[in-house]
C-alpha cells in the first residue's frame, strides 16, 4: 500500500471518528443542557414568569440584535453588558441591600468587609441551590429572592424603553431609543435574563460537583462563581497534548522535509497553458463584488466602533435612529464572512475548470446565476434585518425573514435555506467542471479529490444552521452554529486552502505533484485532528458536562501544532516565489500567502491559545481579548488568503493588463500594518485591563457601563483611528487596482496570452 493511499484512509477513519464524536456529544448535550420551567413561582405562590414569557422573551431579544446587543454566557457583542452575568449581579447586590437594611439599618455597599462576608454567606444557599421540580416544572424562590427579581426586571424594563432615567445607560449601551416599545415585551425579556442568570449560578441537579449549568461562568465572586478545579486540570493537561503534538510535528519535519526533492522550476510560466474558458471569465464580476462587501464591511466596522464612543451618534448625526449598533455590528460581521467567502467561492468556480481542463456546457450560465442568486440574498437578508431591529417586522415574521440573533448565523431561515441552495449550485458546478480531473489518475489527482472533499463539506456544513427551530435551547444552538463558525473557518476552509494553493505551486511547476499530494494529505489530517473535535472549545459555558470540557480542553490544544511550524512553510512560500525570473508575476499572491503564514501564526496560534484552555476562556470570553483573536485570525488568516487567491485568478483572467503594482504595495502593507496598530494599540490594552476587572471584580464589571466609560477606555477607543484608517485605505487601494485591469491601459511591453501562444505556434512550426 503506498504512502498517498495509507494517508487518505487515516483521513477518513480520523473523520469518522471525529464526526461520531461530535454527534455522540451532541446528544448529550440535548439530555443535560440547563432545564426551561414551566413556570416561575415565590413561596407565597406568586407566578414570576411562565414559560410562554422566557421563550418569548428571547424572540424579543432576537429581534433587536440578540448577541449583537451585549451578550449571553459570554457569545455576542462586546459592547453592552453580558445581560447574564449583570442580571446575576445586580439580583444578588438586590438581596444584599435588602438584608443589610434589616439587619444592619444601611445599604451592603456602606458595611464593614466581615459584615458584607457574612451576608454573602446567607444569600448563597438561596441562589445556589436548585429548587426546579422536574416533575412539574417549577422553579419556587424565596420572596426575598422574588423581590430581588421584581427590582431587576423593572430596571431592564426602564432600559429598552425611552425612560429619561435610564438614557445615559442607552447610550452607553448603543442602544437606541425606546428598543423594545411593547411594554409587555420588555416584561418577557426580563423572564429571558432572569432564567439565562439562573442557569449560571444554579448548581445542577442530581450532581455533587457544586457547579452550575454553565460552570461556574461567569466570575461572580458574591455568590461564589468561581473557576472549577476540572477547568484548573484539563488546563495544564491541554498544555501538554500541545507541547507532545509539537514536538512529534518537529520531528516528523526534520526527519522527512529534508528527503524531499528538489524541483527544478520550468523556464517559462506553465500557468500560461491554461485556456482561460467563458465560465472562469464569468467569475471576474465576483471580484467586484468582494471588494463592494470589503468596502461596506469596513465603513461599518469604523460605525461600529464610533458608538463606542458617542453611543447613539456619529459625530453629532442621530445615527442610532435609522442604523442603531446592532445593526452595524450585524452587517459588519455579517460581511466580513460574506466577502472573504465570495473570494473563495469564485477561486473555486476560476480553479475547477483550470484543473481539468473541462467546461461543462453551460457552466457560465450557472456562474451567472449563482452571482445573481448572491446578490439577492445579501440584499434581501440584511433588509429584514433592518425591518426587524426597527421593530417594524413583527416577532410571528421575524425567525423567517428578520434577525435571528445568533452570532455568524443571524439571517432569517428563509435566506439561510436559500444560501443553502446557493452553496448546493456551487457544489454541483464544481463537481461537474472537476469530474473529469477526479477521474484522471495522474500526480494531482488526491489534491483535486481533498479540493472537491472541503467543497462538498463547505456546502454542506451550512445545513448545519438549519438543525434548530425558533424555540430550540439556547446550548442546542450554540452546538449547532458552531458546527458552522468554527467547523468553516478551523476546518475544511483550511483544507480548501492547502489544496489550492498546493494545486498552484504544482501547476507552476515549483513543487513536484506527488510530494504536494502527500503534503496536503498530511496537513489536512494534522489540521482535522484538532479541527474538528477543537469545536468544543466554544461550548465550555454553554451548559455542557465536564466531560465535554476536558475533550474540549485536550483536543483544542492541538490546534495550535501544525501552526508552530508555520513560519517553516512562510519561508518555503517565499523561496519558492523566488525560485524563477517569471515568479516575479506572481509576487503580490505569494507576498499576502506569506502574510496568512505570518497572521496564522500571531492570529490563530499566539491569541488563539491565549483564550484556549477552559481556565484562560472563563476570564477571557467575551472580552476584547478574544476580539483580538478574531480580528486577526479572520482578516489576517482568512482574509488575506482570500485576496491571495483573488490576485492569482486576476494574473491569468486579465494577462493583457498592467498591474500597477504601486497599489498592490500600498494594500500589502496598509493591512499588515493597520491590523498590527489595531490590535496592539487598541484590542490587547483594552482586553488586558477587562481581564484585571473581572479578577479583581467579576465578569459583570469588565463588561458594565461604568467600566467601558473610563477615560482610559476612551483613549484606548480612539487609537483605533490610525489603524482602522490605514487598513481602509489597504482596501481602497485594491479595489483601485481590481477596477484598473478592467478599465486601466494595457501594457506595450509585457506579452499577452495570445502573444505567448503565437509565440509557441511559430517556434513549433520553425521545428517541424
Known sequence: MDTTRRLWLGLGALLIVSFGIMLWIGRDIYQTAPPIPQQVVSESGQVLYTRADIDTGRQVWQSIG??????????????????????????????????ARTEFGSAYGELEAPEQARLEQQIRPLLRTNTYDPQTGTITVSDERAQAISQVA????????????????????????????????????????????????????????????????????????K????????????????????????????????????????????????????????????????????????????????????????????????????????????LAILWIATAWLATGLYLAPAMSGHEPKFQRLGVNFLFVCLIVIVVGAFAGQWFAVMQKLGLEHNFWFGHQGWEYTDIGRFWQIFLFIGLLLWLVLMGRALWPALRAKTETTSISGLFFLSTVAIALLYAAGLMWREDTHISIIT?????????????????????????????????????????????????????????????????????????????????????????????????????????????????????????NLVGAGLLGFLINTPMALYYMQGTNLTAAHGHTALFGVYGMLGIGLMLYCLRGMRPERRWINGLLSGAFWSFNIGLA?????????????????????????????????????????????????????????V????????LGPRPVNEPSRLQERLAREQELGEEA
Do not use: C
Open 66 to 99: 440578540g448577541h449583537q446587543n451585549g451578550s449571553i454566557w459570554g457569545h455576542g457583542a462586546l459592547l453592552a453588558p453580558d445581560w447574564s452575568a449583570e442580571w446575576l449581579h445586580r439580583e444578588a447586590v438586590a438581596m444584599l441591600d435588602a438584608r
Open 154 to 225: 423593572a430596571h431592564y424594563m426602564s432600559v429598552f424603553s425611552n425612560d429619561p432615567a435610564t438614557t445615559e445607560l442607552r447610550e452607553a449601551y448603543a442602544l437606541r431609543e425606546n428598543p423594545v416599545p411593547d411594554m409587555e415585551h420588555r416584561r418577557q425579556m426580563t423572564a429571558f435574563f432572569f432564567w439565562a442568570s439562573w442557569a449560571t449560578v444554579t448548581e445542577r441537579l442530581d450532581d455533587d460537583t457544586g457547579l452550575s449549568y454553565t460552570h461556574n461562568f461567569p466570575h461572580e465572586p458574591l455568590v461564589g462563581n
Open 227 to 334: 473557576p472549577s478545579a476540572s477547568s484548573f486540570m484539563w488546563s495544564m493537561f491541554s498544555i501538554l497534548f500541545m507541547i507532545a503534538g509539537i514536538a512529534l510535528l518537529a520531528w516528523h519535519y526534520a526527519v522527512w522535509h529534508s528527503k524531499e526533492p528538489k524541483v527544478e522550476p520550468p523556464l517559462k510560466d506553465p500557468s500560461l497553458s491554461i485556456v482561460v474558458t467563458p465560465s472562469m471569465r464569468a467569475v471576474g464580476k465576483y471580484f467586484w463584488l468582494v471588494m463592494a462587501l470589503f468596502l461596506t464591511q469596513i465603513l461599518l466596522g469604523a460605525t461600529t466602533a464610533h458608538y463606542q464612543v458617542e453611543g447613539q451618534e456619529a459625530y453629532g448625526l442621530a445615527l442610532a435612529d435609522f442604523l442603531p449598533y446592532a445593526l452595524t455590528r450585524t452587517w459588519h460581521t455579517q
Open 479 to 599: 452546538y449547532w452554529r458552531f458546527w458552522i463558525v468554527h467547523l468553516w473557518v478551523e476546518g475544511f476552509f483550511e483544507v480548501f486552502a492547502v489544496a489550492v494553493i498546493s494545486f498552484i505551486f504544482v501547476k507552476l511547476g515549483l513543487v513536484r505533484g506527488k510530494s504536494a499530494t502527500i503534503n496536503v494529505l498530511f496537513a489536512t489530517i494534522v489540521f482535522m485532528a484538532g479541527g474538528v473535535l477543537g469545536m468544543f472549545h466554544h461550548l465550555y459555558f454553554a451548559g455542557v458536562t465536564t466531560g465535554i470540557i476536558a475533550l474540549g480542553a485536550s483536543i483544542s490544544a492541538l490546534e495550535v501544532v501544525p501552526l508552530a511550524l508555520i513560519g517553516l512553510e512562510a519561508y518555503d512560500t517565499w523561496k519558492n516565489g523566488r525560485a524563477t525570473p517569471w515568479m516575479q508575476r506572481y509576487k503580490w499572491p505569494i507576498l499576502f500567502f506569506i502574510a496568512v503564514s505570518f497572521w
Open 677 to 733: 496598530l489595531m490590535t496592539v494599540l487598541t484590542l490587547l490594552p483594552m482586553g488586558v485591563l477587562q481581564l484585571e476587572a473581572n479578577l479583581t471584580h467579576g465578569y459583570w464589571y469588565a463588561r458594565s457601563a461604568e467600566f467601558m466609560n473610563r477615560a482610559i477606555i476612551d483613549v484606548l477607543v480612539w487609537l483605533r483611528v490610525p489603524g482602522d484608517t490605514i487598513l481602509a485605505v489597504g482596501a481602497f487601494l
Open 735 to 742: 479595489a483601485l487596482f481590481v477596477m484598473s485591469l478592467w
